[in-house]
């Protein structure tokens, strides 16, 4: 799995937004200079995740972005899949849609099962989680 910068980029403001800790909202240059994110890719991504459902925005002087549900009900998957549209792919394709002859024909079975670990794993952390002190490893 390949992270990108916009996926990693998404991930970091909102965790920046969760550890504000006033509850209003905190405006796109707050959160570009917080995570040293380029302002004009940040505007792009918060609009993004906005659509999602992840973020609300408010206009005006005392605007920016809020978390649209609490950092515990956010999930690194949420963000992947506004950001992605897909945890994972094979040459572009979700791994359930590809397809090998002959002595290839198990490689669909690891795909999926790679997958299936990824989505565990980002399925069941949340923004919350990943708070200074907070990301715990599971053996």
Excluded: C
């Excluded at 506004?82 to 979700?94: D, E, K």
């Amino acid at each position: 799995m390949q992270i990108s910068a916009r996926s990693d980029y998404a991930l970091r403001a909102l965790i920046a937004t969760a550890g504000f800790s006033d509850g209003g909202p905190v405006s796109a240059s707050k959160l570009a200079e917080a995570q040293a994110i380029p302002l004009g890719f940040l505007h792009d991504i918060m609009s993004d995740l906005r659509r999602a459902g992840l973020l609300t925005s408010q206009r005006g002087t005392d605007g920016g972005y809020t978390l649209a549900r609490p950092p515990n009900e956010i999930t690194v998957g949420d963000v992947l899949r506004a950001i992605n549209g897909s945890l994972s792919t094979v040459r572009g394709l979700p791994p359930d849609q590809v397809n090998y002859h002959g002595v290839a024909s198990g490689l669909p079975e690891l795909w999926l099962t790679l997958h299936e670990a990824i989505a565990d794993v980002v399925d069941r952390t949340t923004l919350a989680d990943l708070l200074p002190g907070q990301y715990r490893t599971s053996a």
